[in-house]
Every structure is written in C-alpha cells, then in structure tokens.
C-alpha cells in the first residue's frame, strides 16, 4: 500500500508541475515533508476546476458528480483506484482535513456549471468554497495536528486564499466572460467595467492581502518560505493589474514574466535566510 500512495502522490505531483509552474516552485521552497500532501491537495482541485472549466464537449455535470460520489467514496473507504483521489483521501486521513471544507469546495464547482449572476451573498459563497477552503486544507498540513495554531491562523489563510481568487478573477475577466459566460464580482457589468469599479476591487483585495500577512509571518518556519512566496507572486500580479486601465484588463491578461518570478524566488529566499520574515 505504501507503494501504491506514493505511487499516486507522484501522480498529482506530476500534475501540478504540469499545470502551475508558479505553485510548484512555491511547494519547492516549503520543507521537505510538505511537499508530497500540498501536492495531494492541489492534484485533487485542479482535477475538479478542470471538469467545469475545459471539458466543454463533455457532460460536464454527470462528470462532476461522478467525480464527487468518487471523491466521498475513496475517503470513506480509504482507497481509490483514481491516483488522484487515493492520494488526496490519504492526506484527508492524515491531517484531519474537515469534509466540510471538501463538500464547500465541490458545491463551489457545481456553481460554476450554471449561469449565475452574482450578488455579494453568492459571491462570498464562491470565494469561501473555491478559494479559501482550498487554503484552509493546506493549513491543517503546516500544522500538523496543532488545533491551536490552526485555529489561530484561519482567518489570515482564508483571506489570503480570498485574495489570490480575486486577483485570478480581474486577470481572467476576458477569458471568463468570452469563454465561460462569467463574471464573478457582484453587480459588475462585463461590457461597462470602469475605472471606479476596478478601484473597488482592488481596494477589497488589498485587505484582503493585508489580513493575511500578519497570518503569514506566524506560520512555522517550515511552510513560511513557500506560503510568503506565493504572496509575493501574486502581490506583484496585483500591483501590475493596479497600474493598468479598467480598458486593458478587458482586452489582454494580465501576467507575470519568469525572469520577474525568479527575481521574486531569490528575493524571498534571501529574506528567509537573513531571518527577515
């Protein structure tokens, strides 16, 4: 069995190189003994965003409740022949991730199989089941069984979780809307998105940012490498969309060059080492 874990571990990790060279140079930075659950975690999300976001000539829905019914079964049972869900119910087990964190994110992606326009109470909804839940998992493993600092450190791993979404969300504005038919924050028009509204946004991101700092510098020194930079990342992301008209975001999306990434890497990591943060 040991051999089949890592076996299927090895799979979302090949998963997550394959689709995020940013979140998987952030795992890289974290200690060793994080890597393989992180990878765990981010192996079983992907597969689901995917599901609703490109399987377009597929049934997407009986897709997805099937993927659900698996995803309750292999951690009921302790085994699943998808390497995907076996590694992620092995990580479930050992660091106690509450199912309701995993229920909360999966309704999140059925949300997304249905045209919604969002209003403040459903867009909170989305964020927590999408985004924040996802951090709240990754949480449990840096704690490693500390319900204290877990509980102490929820709130700032949610609103960083909040922020990232919402910056991907003002990054994918084009692609959501003319791809998927989205558009996530309340009561904005995708065809009149101004200047103003942008400020709004950004305004609600930036506390979002600022609450989860202080949550970041508590984290063990073991995780807090790898969590600051992804911060860092996507602060920069964020204060390149700040500078940019409402006009561009509609029209181009927005991203960070890997020269910028890896001056990023090497600034965060001279930091850690100076014991700066």
Not at 34 to 39: E, L
Not at 203 to 214: G, S, T, V, W
């Amino acid at each position: 069995m040991e051999l089949f874990k890592e076996c299927c571990l090895k799979c979302s990790k090949i998963i997550t190189e394959f689709y995020s060279t940013s979140f998987t140079l952030g795992i890289k930075t974290l200690h060793k003994k994080f890597h393989m659950p992180i990878y765990g975690i981010y192996g079983f999300v992907r597969m689901a965003d995917e599901i609703v976001d490109t399987f377009h000539d597929f049934d997407k829905r009986h897709l997805l409740a099937d993927f659900k019914k698996q995803t309750y079964e292999a951690i009921d049972s302790g085994i699943s022949l998808n390497p995907v869900l076996h590694a992620f119910q092995c990580v479930v087990k050992e660091y106690d991730i509450d199912k309701e964190y995993i229920e909360a994110f999966l309704k999140s992606m059925e949300m997304d199989l249905d045209d919604h326009v969002y209003d403040r109470s459903l867009y909170k909804e989305y964020i927590y089941g999408s985004a924040e839940v996802v951090g709240l998992m990754c949480l449990k493993v840096f704690c490693e069984g500390d319900r204290e600092m877990f509980e102490r450190l929820k709130k700032p791993a949610a609103s960083l979780g909040s922020a990232f979404q919402k910056v991907n969300f003002l990054r994918d504005m084009k692609s959501d809307y003319n791809d998927r038919g989205r558009v996530y924050f309340p009561k904005v028009e995708y065809m009149n998105f101004s200047n103003d509204c942008k400020v709004e946004i950004e305004n609600d991101i930036l506390r979002d940012f600022e609450d989860a700092y202080a949550g970041i510098m508590a984290l063990p020194r073991s995780a807090r490498m790898g969590v600051y930079l992804a911060y860092v990342y996507y602060l920069k992301l964020f204060r390149k969309i700040q500078n940019l008209p409402a006009t561009h975001i509609l029209k181009e999306r927005v991203r960070v060059p890997d020269n910028t990434k890896l001056a990023l890497l090497l600034g965060s990591y001279l930091k850690y080492r100076l014991n700066v943060f």
